[in-house]
């Protein structure tokens, strides 16, 4: 597994070097949200591409950090990276999907929650989305309730992630696709 700051300086590299070290002086005084900000809008700035598995990355780390939703939009438009990738892409989809019962293994207490598909893995099929509540009005909760792991078609039964476990969800995609 990558350390945080590791990956915040992979994030930093596409940037010109004042940029960066603004991006990397945000990570060091702890206002990581606003680093995530800076980093999408230099990268749209100064067109510089990151590959599919980066975008899905930054996403992550915006969910860790709670402004994946504000970001979403700008990341999405990032210019895309042509060299080989492992695999992984970023879906980003605002549809959600009503799972069947025999689809998750979770208890009666979690009926009807809604799936949003976020991260998929081109090789081995698995999608990494975002369990959320539905709200009365119909629209999906504004945080998740869990995270998960599945593959669409199967009826396996599928692990959930707390709340708060967006980073480990994300680990277990990279590493149990090698498993695959």
Known sequence: MIDEATQWRRFAAPL???DAARF?????IGEQEAGLDQLVAG?????????ETVRAEISV???VWGVRRALAPGLGQCVGHRQEDDGLRLIERDDAVQPSGAYLSIDEALAGPLVVPWIACIRCGQVLARVHDREPWGDVSFLPM????????????TPLFAADSARDAWTELRTSCAQT
């Open 16 to 18: 010109p070097p004042d």
């Open 24 to 28: 990397m002086d945000c990570w060091q």
């Open 43 to 51: 990268l749209l700035e100064h067109q510089a591409p990151i590959s």
């Open 61 to 63: 780390a915006s969910e």
């Open 146 to 157: 869990h995270y998960m792991l599945f593959t669409p078609g199967r009826s396996t039964p």
